[in-house]
């Protein structure tokens, strides 16, 4: 008897565990659309099954309902299983989307620390070579000089826009980056650098690679770009006066406000440009490419544009007008919209039917002018010379 008793016990436990095996497995399983697909399909088929037997025994009323009726009974169900499906599958991508965007976030911070690493393990290594090695008053050909390069180009590889600002910062106020650098930079890669706002005077940044970098607001003034790609980088109001940016890649580039005072331009690839109200006073844009540029409202007063600087023909007229001024010119039916006439002289000049639309007309000398159907809406036009200028007609 006692056997018997621990017999069914064993039997007991041993079933048991194969329930909870089958548990755990089937909670393994969880997640395989296969195989929920093959077991809603066999549950489905049982069902039908066994409806259908019920139906050929006729004792549970089958025979007496309608086509209505069974789609009554059988909408509800379907619903449900629909629901269900639908309902595990939203849960399973939404977890899918969460593991995904969680992955990531890892993914970013983790580069994130390896790009704070990089710069402050080459902050470590320059010091060094500063404090031990004189790098600063080191000689060219020297070979810590040559260290030191090496060092930087790598680093520059190695960081994000911020952190590559970061690095030129630290060489421009090490006095490294000057005329005469200790560090030369040319041929570095500084695309996407983040430089807002950074204060590189008279920094050596020649045949450097800035495409994308944010320059905006930066102070360049004397700075050597000679021969750097600079496209598409932002220079929203940056000071580059007396700059040299000579060869220069400015393609697509954003100089709006830009001051440009007596910059030289030599040969520069401005196409694209936008040069919105930039200041271009006195710089020097010989055999410059400045196709599609948009010089809006820039000023062009003693710009030194030759023949062979590529322009169009709006903004080489607005130049001619500034620079070359002569009496009673014929302008009539001109597009000068948007131009900067600050001070120019127009006097007698035939304006008839020409676009002046936004133009910058402050201080010019408009006596004797004719403006009969010119356009002057949204003109600026404090204190011109208006003295005897025809103005008949001119839309207002």
């Known amino acids: 008897m006692v056997d018997n008793k621990a017999k069914q016990q064993t039997g007991i436990s041993r079933l048991w565990e194969q329930r909870v095996g089958l548990f755990e497995w ?18 489905s088929l049982m069902v039908c099954w066994l409806a259908w037997r019920a139906y ?8 007496i309902k309608s086509f209505w009726d069974w789609m009554e009974l059988l909408v509800v169900p379907v619903v449900l299983v629909v629901a269900a499906w639908w309902l595990r599958k939203s849960l399973k991508e939404t977890e899918q989307e969460i593991a995904n965007k969680n992955r990531e976030e890892d993914r970013a911070i983790a580069i ?37 390069r090496s060092r930087t180009l790598a680093a520059l590889r190695s960081l994000d826009g911020r952190r590559k600002g970061l690095l030129v910062q630290f060489l421009h106020e090490s006095r490294l980056t000057e005329a005469e650098p200790a560090v030369e930079l040319n041929g570095a890669d500084l695309t996407q650098a983040i430089l807002q706002g950074a204060i590189l005077q008279g920094v050596n940044l020649q045949r450097v690679y800035l495409e994308g970098a944010d320059l905006s607001k930066a102070d360049l003034g004397k700075a050597n770009l000679s021969q750097a790609d600079m496209r598409s980088a932002n220079l929203t109001q940056a000071d580059l ?20 005072t007596q910059a030289d331009l030599t040969g520069a690839d401005l196409t694209g440009a936008d040069m919105f ?20 409202r820039a000023d062009l007063r003693a710009t030194k ?16 007008i500034l620079n070359d001024p ?55 036009l404090d204190g011109p010379d208006l003295d005897g200028a025809d103005l008949r007609g001119a839309a207002h």
Not at 305 to 320: A, C, F, G
């Open 26 to 43: 089937a909670k393994g399983q969880e997640g395989n659309n296969r195989l929920g697909s093959i077991l809603l399909l066999a549950v």
């Open 241 to 260: 006066s007396e700059a040299d940016l000579t060869g220069a890649k400015l393609t697509q580039a954003d100089l709006t406000g830009a001051k440009l």
């Open 326 to 380: 002569a009496s009673a010119r014929d302008l009539s039916g001109a597009d000068l919209s948007w131009a900067s006439l600050y001070t120019a002289d127009l006097r007698g000049a035939d304006l008839t039917g020409a676009n002046l639309r936004s133009a910058d007309l402050r201080g010019a000398d408009l006596r004797g002018a004719k403006l009969d159907g010119a356009d002057v809406r949204f003109v600026k």
């Open 112 to 148: 994130d620390r390896q790009h704070q690493f990089n710069l402050e393990a080459y902050l470590d290594r320059m010091t060094d070579l500063l404090l031990e090695e004189g790098l600063r008053e080191s000689q060219k050909g020297d070979e810590v000089r040559s260290i030191a």
């Open 56 to 63: 050929q025994a006729d004792n549970l009323g089958f025979d």
């Open 305 to 320: 544009i030759e023949n062979n600087t590529q322009m169009d023909d709006k903004w080489r007229l607005v130049w001619s």
């Open 277 to 296: 109200a930039a200041n271009l006073t006195q710089a020097d844009l010989t055999q410059a490419e400045l196709t599609q540029a948009q010089l809006t």
